[in-house]
């Protein structure tokens, strides 16, 4: 901005923030006692009638009268009068390197085998530009605006992203499925296509970084289930199993219905596996009573049947008992 003290002008540019590529100086009569500061990371470019009279890159406080006129070719017979100031433009350029951050909007969708629609990817990453050819960017930009900042730069670029992703990616063979591991090679590609549209306006993109690609959420489900299946040595009848376990755990926390009967499921396989084992010849409906008979026919401390009563099964062949102190099928004696 410009600041004025009480006895001479100060040509100065102090930004609000380092985002400004360029600030034309906006009084444009210079007047006798002028001062020109120029601080760390800018240059001061004069004009007149249009055209650049002189860049001025070190930084410091310079008279305009006898430091700055003296050197400008078309200017240098220049005295200022009583009531005479000259007209004059001033443009300050930032000299310095700025980086900001990019990332796609929507989806972009890239060309893909047995895809119809593409595959959808997003990205981000940072970027960094300058100001590389004043005499251009004076013809092109400033001749017609007051400023210019990173997000004009940004908003070209990004009006260009999708196309350039596409370019980099499907163009030269990248594997789709491992673009993060091509970053680097994709990221210059895009610098210098962009670099080369850019330098139309007197700007150049000196570096473009890819940090991330991601995929679909189904996809990136898929290609962890992928991975886990190579680490069990490709199995698949290992891998199906804990999948399904998985299954059955996932369903368990979340209360799904659908791992709910995968559990009774896997339940019932479960106790139908071991009641196979602990019993393979005999029938299941048949070990019951057995069980029963022998608990209820256990003697006491007397050596009597418990309570002293006929049991319920014969303890010797497993007849039901109705009544008596003998069972009717073998005799065995009940208490």
Known sequence: MAFFGQLADVIEWQPDNDRLLFYKFQNKEIKKGSKLIIHPGQDAIFLYNGRIEGIFRDEGRYDVESQIIPFLSTLKGFRFGFNSALRAEILFINT??????????????????????????????????????????????AGIRATYSLDDVKERIMGNLDQLLMKHISMEGKDMFHLQASAGEIGSGIQSDLDFQMEKIGIAVTDFTIANVSYPEEVQNMAQKVAAQSMIGGNMNTYQQTAFADSMRDGRSAGSMAGNMAGIMAGMTMGKRMADQLTPDAPVTQSVPETSAAQAAAPDMNGSAQGGKAPNFCPNCGQKITGGRFCPNCGQKLY
């Open 96 to 141: 310095r390197e700025i980086t900001d951050k990019w990332g796609t909007k929507n989806p972009v969708n890239l060309p893909a085998p047995g895809l119809p629609g593409g595959m959808p990817i997003r990205a981000f990453g940072t970027f960094s530009c300058k100001v590389s050819d004043y005499q251009i960017l004076i013809d092109k930009v």
